[in-house]
């Protein structure tokens, strides 16, 4: 299995290693050694959260290696008059009688609540590589679907200012 990522998405990954192995390992791991010195580990509540942040870091560090390790490098590319990757799309929700923008985005950058939705979900895997006036129908699962009509395409390119999803 592997994420289908841009170069964009892997540059911005490695940035966020090389920032947690370089500025935030060294300070967790004085925090570490710092609450140690407290005393009697066994009741050291700051002795404890130091070593989850410490696992934490060291969790996702370990999470961005196998993703770069893993993917498959995407282009973001389309032909001018279909929805592709990084474009504003503009579609009418038949059934709430509703107009939304939204950007398609790779899974890492996805957070619905701006309006970035996954090439992956079940309205952008529906919408890559339609065309303006097109009625599409959106299959979330097997009892539920939905038609939308695309009523712009924007163009878009892969946007540095894009954040990577974390936690």
């Known amino acids: 299995m592997y994420d289908e990522l841009t170069e964009v998405d892997i540059r911005k990954m490695q940035e966020e290693i090389d920032y947690r192995v370089k500025v935030l390992r060294p300070q967790i791991l004085e925090d570490v050694k710092t609450a140690r010195a407290f005393g009697d580990l066994s009741e050291n509540f700051e ?6 942040e410490k696992n934490k870091n060291d969790s996702r560090i370990r999470y961005l290696e196998r993703m770069i390790s893993t993917a498959k490098v995407i282009k973001a590319d389309s032909k001018e008059n279909e929805v592709g990757l ?13 107009t939304q923008t939204i950007r398609l985005v790779t899974t890492l950058r996805q957070d619905a609540s701006k ?28 009892d539920y679907s ?15 200012s894009l954040p990577i999803r974390g936690y």
């Open 47 to 52: 002795y404890k959260a130091a070593k989850q």
């Open 86 to 98: 990084f474009d504003r799309v503009e579609i009418f929700f038949e059934e709430d009688d509703e």
């Open 115 to 142: 309006g970035l939705i996954s090439k992956e979900s079940p309205l952008g895997k529906a919408l890559l590589g339609r065309r303006a006036g097109d009625r599409v129908l959106v299959e979330v699962n097997k």
């Open 146 to 160: 939905y038609h939308v009509v695309i009523r712009s395409v924007e163009k878009g390119g892969d946007d540095e």
